[in-house]
């Protein structure tokens, strides 16, 4: 499974992005999409996932209500809306994904992701 993600920008405070990853390949043996992000200097940290074929999703604390992971309408098509934009949100951001319909305990840590794609850089400043 190839992933690429694409959307990333500058943009102000309060302000919003909407990232997508598409999933290519001859076999596309994923249940489990994620987003993960990684600033300067810090640890890469699990953003939102969802489930590949339902509406089942998952978010960080730091973005829930305020971020949204969805589905397009081509199947392999995924969406991460970003809304009211802060500065600490800046980072790179990866899409991931799982051959495992991961659950709760599961979904944010990294090595329960067996596919990534290259990174999209969201700079959030005035």
């Known amino acids: 499974v190839q992933l690429q993600a694409s959307g990333g920008g500058l943009v102000q405070p309060g302000g919003s992005l909407r990232l997508s990853c598409s999933a290519s390949g001859r076999y596309l043996d994923y249940s489990t999409i994620g987003w993960f992000r990684q600033a300067p200097g810090k640890e890469r940290e699990a953003v939102s996932a969802?489930?590949?074929?339902?509406?089942?999703?998952f978010y960080s604390n730091s973005v829930k209500g305020r971020f949204t992971i969805s589905r397009g309408n081509a199947d392999n098509t995924f969406f991460l809306q970003m809304n009211n934009l802060k500065p600490e949100d800046s980072a790179v951001y990866y899409c991931?994904?799982?051959?495992?319909?991961?659950?709760?305990?599961?979904?944010?840590?990294?090595?329960?992701?067996?596919?990534w794609g290259q990174g999209t850089l969201v700079t959030v400043s005035s």
């Open positions: 969802r489930y590949r074929s339902s509406t089942r999703t």
């Open positions: 991931a994904a799982s051959r495992y319909s991961l659950i709760t305990s599961s979904w944010a840590q990294r090595g329960q992701y067996d596919y």
